[in-house]
């Protein structure tokens, strides 16, 4: 019992501390929030290729995994996996077979919060 409380609390903390990084990043510099999303995920993606980010994982849990940090992570084990199956041909496949279920899930329940919520466009 005591360990799971303990991985809730550092996957808590560790999030966190993420968000609270990309908060930092958005409120002290001029980029737009689309650039620092897409830094994100090239930056988990790049430390996944060093090898850094699959300890980070294990240690972090869901804190670093949920992430868009963990989404670039995700999008680089499925290219790996998918050249050492099928050569070249997985650089364009396999991140986004690695990462298509989360993608839809995305997709899917972003849907149906547009159909219960009615979002408005702002003025």
């Known amino acids: 019992m005591r360990d799971m ?5 550092r996957a808590f ?9 990309v908060q930092i990043l958005l409120d002290r510099t ?8 897409v830094t994100l995920v090239v930056t988990g993606n790049v430390l996944g290729w ?12 869901a804190g670093a995994g949920v992430p868009l940090l963990g989404f670039g992570n995700t999008l680089w084990k499925g290219v790996a996996k998918a ?3 099928e050569g ?5 496949k396999g991140g986004l077979t690695a990462a298509s279920a ?5 997709l899917v329940f972003g849907y149906l ?3 219960v919520f009615k979002p408005k466009m702002k003025e």
Do not use: D, H, N, S
């Open 5 to 9: 409380v303990m991985e809730l609390v």
């Open 13 to 21: 903390l560790v999030g966190g501390a993420i968000c609270a990084l």
């Open 30 to 37: 001029k980029m737009m929030p689309g650039r620092v999303m």
């Open 50 to 61: 060093l090898g850094l980010y699959e300890p980070f994982l294990k240690w972090a849990g």
């Open 83 to 85: 050249v050492g199956e």
């Open 88 to 92: 070249a041909m997985g650089i364009f």
């Open 102 to 106: 989360g993608i839809a899930a995305a």
């Open 113 to 115: 919060g547009a159909l």
